[in-house]
């Protein structure tokens, strides 16, 4: 029996409905009726072109923007109206540009100071605990990048793929109950995109977390993640998980791409 049928429903997004420009004479009705589970300890991947929808989802799941009617269940506690800043006390989120997740001006070891304050209260003390030095120093030898001797190392020094691996640790370093990775390796050159998602998978599976890739790079959506959605105006085409996943090729994906381009009239 397979992860998802033995797990869980995580996340649940039902009858949701989203409009863009409503009103207006660009109007794009996106989402109608649509319906979204994720199961605790998957890792979901999802591609399509741009206008489907896969960001949306994202941006719904951590309250970027609000839906226009439906709701969204995080272990069966609705999540609908909750302020983004709410959202990210149980999601946390890899975006595309390394310039975001991390506070560039800043050392290393205060950003993982900041991390590790998540949703407890602030006061007037020191910004960094100096007890908690040695795990981190831990958390970051897990990285194999180097980065536990360069603690006093502003992050704006570092390379993309460094900067995304951080960020990555810093998004899971306290409790969450899931991980988006929003487009997190499109903008890095080859080899460290294959650094970042090989890290990606590790700490998905260390970390027994449950995770949703957004992602253009067909092949890394076809290798990582144990289920994978196709989305297209709005709609999931394609939705392969566990064995059915694992026998996918990326030409079977530009082949349902192809189709669809046809059906279109494209």
Known sequence: MSIQQESKPLVRMEQIAKAFHPDEVNEVALFENFNLTIREGSFVSVVGSNGSGKTTILNLLCGSIPVDSGKIFVRDREITK?????????????????????????????????????????????????????????????????????????????????????????????????????????????????????????????????????????????????????????????DHEGEKKNSLEVRDLTDRFNEISIEDGN
């Open 82 to 238: 909750l302020s983004e800043y709410a959202h990210s006390r149980f999601i946390g989120r890899v975006f595309q540009d390394p310039a975001k997740g991390t506070c560039p001006q800043l050392t290393i070891l205060e950003n993982m100071a900041l991390a590790d304050q998540k949703g407890k209260p602030y006061g007037l003390a020191h910004g960094v605990n100096r007890k908690r030095i040695d795990a981190y120093r831990s958390q970051l030898e897990l990285l194999k990048l180097g980065l536990e001797d360069k603690l006093e190392v502003t992050v704006g020094s570092l390379s993309g793929g460094q900067r995304q691996a951080l960020a990555l640790l810093i998004a899971t370093m306290t409790p969450i109950d899931l991980l988006i990775l929003d487009e997190h390796t499109a903008a890095l050159d080859p080899r460290s995109s294959e650094t970042v998602m090989e890290l990606t998978e590790r700490v998905v599976k260390e970390k027994h977390l449950t995770a949703l890739m957004v992602t253009h790079n067909l092949r890394f959506a076809v290798r990582y993640g144990d289920r994978l959605l196709m989305m297209h105006r709005g709609k999931i085409v394609l």
